[in-house]
């Protein structure tokens, strides 16, 4: 386990109710973790408390050997974390802090700029960068850090759609050892992810897997969620007496489209 978040209590204010309320969270290796809610559930503040940012009120965060875990934490606004004269500068950054030779430095700034696509900006300021670009470079510079755990807060709410689908496709390639927690409010987001985290009103009220999630369409109609579109239309057949092959995890439109047009349907 990367990282074990026992009973979280985060409180602003003695005289108000916390914002997080005895929130428990585990992340393996590998796993991509959706965390979801309605707007003041407490999300972005979970995000700050895992990544130590935030002051507990009690509870305890630990990660392999009864150690803190390596947290590393990309905002909404890539601009906020963005500080060096240039990409290339803004990924060698954590490697330098941690003393990383420079050899080394160097491979790491570079692979992590190639998993993200950033060859071609690598020389830019990153001020001068589309939203898209500067969130990928946030993320390269925060995965350079060699982070256990990499929490993303709603990293795509600021994006055009095009960019959020991309950035949306990469984020699967940054878990490998690491454990990554997303904090969303896209319902394709969420489907992308391995777990599913429901807060409200500061606690955690449902945990299960995103095939649990996505069958059924109740769960998130408790907390007024949306499920991606292909699984909203997979269930509406089914209320009335048609099955979809693939049923409600078929991932896009375009798959219960050509299922449709398959004739892999009865009812």
């Known amino acids: 386990m990367l990282?074990?978040?026992?009973?979280l209590v985060v409180r602003h204010h003695p005289s108000l109710p916390p914002v997080l309320d005895r929130v428990s969270l585990d992340l393996a290796a590998g796993e991509l973790v959706a965390i979801v809610g309605a707007n003041g559930s407490g999300k972005s503040t979970l995000a700050r408390a895992l990544a130590g940012l935030v002051q507990l009120e009690s509870g305890t965060i630990s990660g392999p050997a009864h150690r803190g875990p390596r947290v590393g934490l990309v905002l909404q606004d890539p601009a906020a974390q963005l500080v060096a004269v240039t990409v290339a500068d803004e990924l060698a950054l954590g490697p330098q802090?941690?003393?990383?030779?420079?050899?080394?430095?160097?491979?790491?700034?570079?692979s992590n700029?190639?998993?993200?696509?950033?060859?071609?900006?690598?020389?830019?300021?990153?001020?001068?960068?589309?939203?898209?670009?500067?969130?990928?470079?946030?993320t390269a510079a925060i995965a350079a850090c060699d982070v256990e755990v990499l929490v993303l807060d709603e990293p795509t709410a600021l994006l055009d759609e095009p960019s959020r689908r991309a950035f949306a496709a990469r984020i699967r390639s940054l878990a490998g050892s690491r454990a990554v927690a997303w904090i969303t409010q896209e319902p394709d987001e969420v489907a992308a992810c391995d777990r599913?985290?429901?807060?409200?009103?500061?606690?955690?009220?449902?945990?299960g897997s995103t095939d649990a999630w996505l069958a059924d369409p109740t769960i998130a109609a408790t907390w007024d969620l949306d499920l991606p579109?292909?699984?909203?239309?997979?269930?509406?057949?089914?209320?009335?007496?048609v099955s979809v092959?693939?049923?409600a995890r078929a991932a896009t439109l375009d798959e219960v489209i050509a299922t449709l047009s398959d004739?892999?349907?009865?009812g």
């Open 3 to 7: 990282l074990r978040a026992i009973e």
């Open 97 to 110: 802090h941690a003393g990383v030779a420079a050899p080394q430095v160097a491979s790491i700034a570079e």
């Open 113 to 138: 700029a190639r998993l993200q696509h950033l060859e071609q900006v690598w020389a830019r300021e990153p001020a001068t960068l589309s939203g898209g670009q500067q969130q990928r470079v946030a």
């Open 196 to 207: 599913v985290v429901v807060l409200d009103a500061g606690a955690l009220v449902w945990h």
């Open 229 to 241: 579109a292909a699984a909203r239309i997979a269930h509406a057949l089914a209320a009335r007496g």
């Open 245 to 247: 092959a693939g049923g």
């Open 263 to 266: 004739g892999a349907v009865s």
